[in-house]
């Protein structure tokens, strides 16, 4: 069991959770000043450099602050906690989604596992560092960042990009990872997929609705266009993340061979069940078509002339923007003169080594805990802030330690899920985590 004491953690998360800094999207106020003056009011009295900072918009504050280290040539670490959180519809609740409320040893609310719990936790533990007197070798930064929930380009994107020497580290720590399985397995992530958002205008011929044979309806080909993205496979394609997490499963052979086969993999999705949708996000572009936009006549007797359609396509480390247009390519065939193709932008997914000292660490770090732990490299088939950090030079892992009180499934169901909570345990022992691997690194 821990021995931190809950009056810091405890207190800190609740106040992070009742502040509903919601992050709706892009070009939204999410006003993340307010989490981060919280943490300020933590931090500031520790005796290390802190600051908020606004360099994309007034609101959208993030927070640094750094232990400078005593050897500059010795390796800096970075722990990463973002500050924003999604929405939350509270009539599916059962209790306040932003009340933070302590409820049977589990503190509730938005934000408590995606991941003000591992924000405030980071805090603490670099609060409790400060003020010991700890002096590392090399700097130890502490990084409360806003806007992860809608790809970061107001939080991490911009600091990395005008406060380079403030948040740019050798190492870093975020989300996701912690959890840990019935064989002692702790998830890590070291990998996660990239993004392409594309916008798709489908043409057509305008007409009245009471005429629709022969007609040319933008609505009825942009249908057959979904189903086309929807049944286009893509190569399948074996990266080394993947490789290292099937290996960490002890699965029986053939199912194995079968998992690292790109030739036999897609046939045998179906097999896999509840493994199926993770295999196959963690070895292919994935497409998605997830909005129809708004046409610009709202009438029922309009055949449209225009349809606008969103893909969320999502890349592995090792594709980029040929492969976006090669797999559109190959969805679209003889419908492409009608498609207009629009890339918002492509970012490949991105991977760090695990052959480091700081993974060493990280090992000795959760064996306090549970001392047969081992490690789990793995590939998340979303995105975090690690996208603006790893492209930097920084290597950078999802990271963390919960008690076995949450297991996996639990863990992931709760992410931008209703009834969102973490157990105190959970919070003491991320507490213990942080303190301890800073020391040992």
């Known amino acids: 069991m821990p021995t931190t004491d809950a009056a810091e953690v405890v207190p800190l998360l609740q106040q992070l959770i009742r502040n509903a800094c919601v992050n709706m999207g892009p070009g939204s106020e999410a006003g993340e000043t307010r989490n981060a003056e919280t943490i300020l009011s933590l931090l500031s009295s520790t005796g290390s450099e802190v600051e908020v900072l606004e360099p994309g918009k007034a609101g959208r504050g993030s927070i640094v602050a750094r232990i400078e280290g005593t050897d500059p040539s010795a390796p800096s670490l970075c722990l990463m906690g973002h500050l924003d959180v999604v929405p939350a519809n509270a009539d599916t609740w059962r209790h306040d989604p932003f009340g933070g409320e302590l409820i049977d040893g589990e503190v509730w609310g938005r934000g408590a596992v995606d991941m003000l719990n591992q924000t405030s936790a980071m805090a603490v533990a670099f609060s409790r560092l400060a003020q010991s007197g700890f002096r590392p070798k090399g700097d130890l930064v502490y990084f409360g960042v806003a806007d992860e929930e809608a790809g970061g380009r107001d939080g991490a994107g911009v600091m990395v990009d005008q406060h380079r020497d403030l948040v740019v580290t050798d190492y870093c720590l975020t989300e996701v990872g912690g959890a840990i399985d019935k064989a002692g397995r702790v998830f890590v992530g070291t990998a996660e997929k990239g993004g392409a958002p594309v916008t798709l205008r489908v043409k057509g011929r305008a007409s009245h609705g009471s005429v629709p044979y022969g007609s040319d309806n933008a609505l009825v080909t942009a249908a057959e266009v979904v189903r086309r993205i929807a049944a286009t496979r893509g190569?399948?394609?074996?990266?080394?993340?993947?490789?290292?997490?099937?290996?960490?499963?002890?699965?029986?052979?053939?199912?194995?061979?079968?998992?690292?086969?790109?030739?036999?993999?897609?046939?045998?999705?179906?097999?896999?069940?509840?493994?199926?949708?993770?295999?196959?996000?963690?070895?292919?572009?994935?497409?998605?078509?997830?909005?129809?936009?708004?046409?610009?006549?709202?009438?029922?007797?309009?055949?449209?002339?225009?349809?606008?359609?969103?893909?969320?396509?999502?890349?592995?480390?090792?594709?980029?923007?040929?492969?976006?247009?090669?797999?559109?390519?190959?969805?679209?065939?003889?419908?492409?003169?009608?498609?207009?193709?629009?890339?918002?932008?492509?970012?490949?997914?991105?991977?760090?080594?695990?052959?480091?000292?700081?993974?060493?660490?990280?090992?000795?770090?959760?064996?306090?805990?549970?001392?047969?732990?081992?490690?789990?490299?793995?590939?998340?088939?979303?995105?975090?802030?690690?996208?603006?950090?790893?492209?930097?030079?920084?290597?950078?892992?999802?990271?963390?330690?919960?008690?076995?009180?949450?297991?996996?499934?639990?863990?992931?169901?709760?992410?931008?899920?209703?009834?969102?909570r973490i157990d105190v345990e959970s919070l003491l022992l991320s507490v213990e985590l942080w303190e301890w691997l800073a020391r040992d690194f």
């Open 235 to 420: 190569p399948s394609d074996v990266i080394d993340t993947w490789r290292q997490w099937v290996a960490a499963q002890s699965y029986e052979p053939e199912l194995t061979a079968t998992l690292l086969d790109p030739d036999r993999l897609w046939d045998a999705l179906p097999t896999l069940g509840g493994l199926a949708g993770n295999a196959h996000a963690c070895t292919h572009l994935t497409a998605a078509p997830t909005m129809v936009l708004p046409a610009d006549s709202q009438k029922i007797n309009i055949i449209p002339d225009e349809v606008r359609l969103v893909v969320d396509m999502r890349l592995l480390p090792t594709q980029g923007e040929d492969d976006v247009r090669a797999f559109l390519d190959d969805a679209l065939g003889d419908l492409a003169d009608r498609v207009d193709v629009k890339i918002h932008y492509a970012h490949s997914g991105t991977a760090s080594a695990t052959e480091t000292p700081l993974w060493e660490s990280m090992t000795r770090a959760v064996q306090q805990a549970y001392p047969s732990a081992t490690l789990m490299p793995s590939m998340m088939a979303g995105t975090t802030d690690a996208r603006w950090l790893r492209p930097a030079g920084v290597t950078t892992y999802g990271f963390g330690l919960l008690s076995d009180k949450v297991s996996p499934s639990d863990f992931w169901s709760r992410f931008h899920g209703k009834d969102e």
